[in-house]
């Protein structure tokens, strides 16, 4: 929630409660909207923490990308760590989220995958998140070559918001390990104009809605740039490995939203999202992985 103080031109951004649920994705959206429509250059924001029970690894990357979107438009920010409770604090600290705004809490090793903002594409350096700080800490049990694969495909996603979304403040990601579920989750956002908007780029695809925009987007041999390489093809990819290890791909871009696992879900939703949030669910049981076919093939770009 964003409130402006009276008689001054300030404004409190009350951080409450994120978790996996659609009225909390809903709810960052519009406060995203709310943050663009006041005017640059004299914004100053007080963040504060007394209604957050609970922040999940998808709001730490919103809120990360959506407080550097702030200071890009000109902004300024004060956070009132005090207001932390010591839940969030300690989490907020683990994963580096603290350090990177300014508080005095190094990040260490625990359950939590590091917040992590990249303005730049450094496949090297983002190869070595997934590898190392995602999938090698244990707590997925596969084989080197699995794991790779599954970078892979996980990179492409990154690549694709480089390339495409137009992001003037980069890519940001966080994960978690949630030991008592069974399941490691990654979420990967850039604040830019989105799958639907970019399929849409193509004059064939203009009356499509965001969720054909989607399909359009997941479909071998498609690619929004005229001689470009397949790019539909690191989507199918990624879905196909989803669904044959019984894991979950959540997307929500412009007013689009997929949803793969046990169902393939395409839906068009009333709130819209200037940009794409991803997020990838793999369980921790490795009863459950196979390498799909295709696992040997050559890296091939997103849409």
């Known amino acids: ?114 917040y992590r903002n990249d303005l730049q594409q450094d496949l090297n350096a983002i190869t070595d998140y997934l590898k190392y700080n995602w999938l090698g800490k244990g707590w997925v049990n596969i084989s080197p070559r699995l794991q790779d694969a599954i970078t892979g495909r ?24 949630y030991p008592n579920m069974g399941v490691l989750h990654l979420t990967v956002i850039d604040f830019g104009m989105g799958i639907p908007t970019s399929v849409r780029s193509l004059p064939q ?18 690619s929004t740039k005229l001689g470009s390489i397949s790019r539909g093809a690191g989507l199918n990819l990624l879905q196909e490995f ?14 689009g939203y997929v949803n793969i696992g046990d169902n393939i879900i395409y839906e068009n939703k009333c709130t819209n999202f200037r940009g794409t949030l991803i997020n990838i669910a793999l369980k921790c049981d490795e009863s459950y992985y196979c390498l799909a076919s295709e696992v040997d093939q050559p890296r091939k770009p997103l849409f």
Request: net charge negative; with cysteine.
């Open 1 to 114: 929630m964003l409130l402006e103080t009276k008689n001054q031109p300030n404004f409190i951004l009350y951080v409450t409660k994120i978790d996996d649920n659609p009225y909390h994705f809903n709810k960052l959206f519009k406060l995203r909207d709310e943050i663009e429509q006041l005017p640059q250059d004299c914004l100053n924001i007080k963040v504060d923490f007394h209604y957050c029970e609970f922040l999940g690894h998808y709001g730490v990357a919103f809120l990360g990308g959506l407080f550097r979107l702030i200071e890009a438009r000109g902004g300024s920010l004060t956070f009132d760590w005090n207001t932390l409770p010591e839940k969030v604090s300690m989490n907020l600290a683990q994963n580096g989220f603290l350090c990177d705004f300014g508080c005095d809490r190094k990040p260490w090793n625990g359950n939590s995958i590091p």
């Open 154 to 177: 996980v990179l492409e996603i990154y690549c694709n918001a480089f390339e495409h979304s137009q992001s003037t403040v980069g890519v940001f990601s966080c994960g978690q390990h």
């Open 205 to 222: 695809n203009l009356g499509k809605t965001a969720n054909e925009a989607l399909e359009w987007a997941f479909k071998p041999g498609n």
């Open 242 to 255: 989803i669904i044959k290890n019984h894991g979950n791909l959540t997307i929500f871009s412009n007013d």
